[in-house]
Structures are given as C-alpha cells and as structure tokens.
C-alpha cells in the first residue's frame, strides 16, 4: 500500500451519519494505526457486510457477503489477508490462498449457522442415509466441506443439486435455504436443522413492507 493515509477528518466524513463526535474518538487513534501497520506488512483487508461502520467503512479494503469475499481474496496481490468476518470465512480465504498469509482478528468469532453442524453430524447423517450424497452450503468450516460430497451457493444449489442425476440429496446445513431448494426441484430434499440466527431476524411481512415501499 502506498501514498498518503487518509486523515481522521477524511474518515470520519464516511460515517458521521451513524457515528456521533462524541464516540469517533474512540475508533480514530486505533483506525489510523490499523490503516499504518496494513501499509507496513502489505496487507489487504476484506470486511463482511455485517461489519460495523468504522471497520466497513474506515478500514476495509475490500467489503461483501462471504462468497464474494472469497472470489475477491483470490484476486488480491498483497501478501497478507486480514479476514474481518467469521471463521469459516478466514479458513475459506487460506484455502484459495494456501501460500499467503491469512489472519483473523477474533479467533472465536462464530457463525450460528456454521456452527449448527460438525464434523460428527455428517458422518452420523451418512450412515443414517448410506449412498445419499451430501450437499452443503459453502457458510460451513473446512471440515466438514471436507466431509461433504459437494459444495454450492445459494445462486447455484438447484443446479448443483440435480447435477449428481440422484433422486434425493442431504442438504446441509441451512434448513431454509433446503427448503427452498425442494419447492424447486423434484429431487427429494433431506434438510439439517440450521439457521443463521440474522436471517431469522426477517419475517415475510418484513418483505412485503419493503416491496410496498419499493416497488419495482
């Protein structure tokens, strides 16, 4: 990284609409020498969008859900990868980037969904369903994709889903994301009770206010 850091005046002009002054100051000296050391070590950091706004919007070089982080973290040049998101989403970036340097500022820094299933779970569902294959959403850890038959997206899971020619598939582990699937396809669905406990937040009168509101 090179040039000028941007001044506390120029930051703060990102988030002044969310942040108080009274509480900017609390984030400036730790954001500038953030800002420093990623200079300093030739890093790139990738922020999810469920980051808060000083880190979203003051630090992050490069921002979106998890799987656009991983297609980006494929891209980028610098050396070091400061992943600023979940565990699952740092493990994927050292996966695709075996030879650089991946950090994670919280190593407990969990994700509901990825952690309703474990490496047990998969093998327990393989032997209640022998010869089903295993599809499972990329939000898991690097374990227990590596348990899995397959992976998909939410964009690609039909597809990935009648792609194996079989006439059911366990999903895994995003119950509704399975269920949505199974409303698409005549391939028989077996779902794994996860849930991501902000997508849960939502209800479906939520989005037909917002439709309302934003039509088109």
């Not at 991983?70 to 970036?93: C, D, N, P, S, Y």
């Not at 820094?109 to 209640?128: E, K, N, P, Y």
């Amino acid at each position: 990284m090179s040039g000028a850091l941007p001044s506390a005046a120029s930051l703060y002009r990102r988030v002044w609409r969310v942040i108080p002054p009274g509480e900017w100051a609390a984030f400036s000296d730790d954001i500038e020498a953030i800002l420093a050391l990623r200079r300093e070590r030739n890093a790139v950091i990738l922020a999810h969008n469920y980051q808060t706004p000083e880190i979203f919007h003051c630090v992050a070089d490069i921002v979106g859900d998890s799987l656009a982080l991983a297609r980006k973290a494929m891209t980028v040049e610098a050396q070091v990868i400061v992943l600023a998101g979940v565990h699952f989403m740092a493990e994927t970036a050292k996966l695709l980037n075996p030879d650089k340097t991946v950090l994670i500022p919280d190593l407990g820094a969990g994700c509901s969904l990825a952690d309703s299933i474990t490496v047990q779970d998969v093998r327990l569902m393989r032997q209640r369903y022998p010869g089903v294959p295993i599809v499972t959403y990329v939000n898991t850890s690097a374990e227990v994709k590596a348990e899995s038959d397959i992976c998909c997206t939410s964009g690609n899971a039909k597809g990935v889903v009648e792609s194996l020619g079989v006439p059911r598939v366990i999903m895994l582990p995003d119950e509704y994301l399975a269920h949505n699937i199974a409303a698409q396809t005549d391939v028989e669905i077996i779902a794994w009770k996860g849930h991501c406990e902000v997508h849960e937040r939502f209800t479906p009168a939520d989005i037909r206010e917002l439709r309302e509101n934003h039509p088109g």
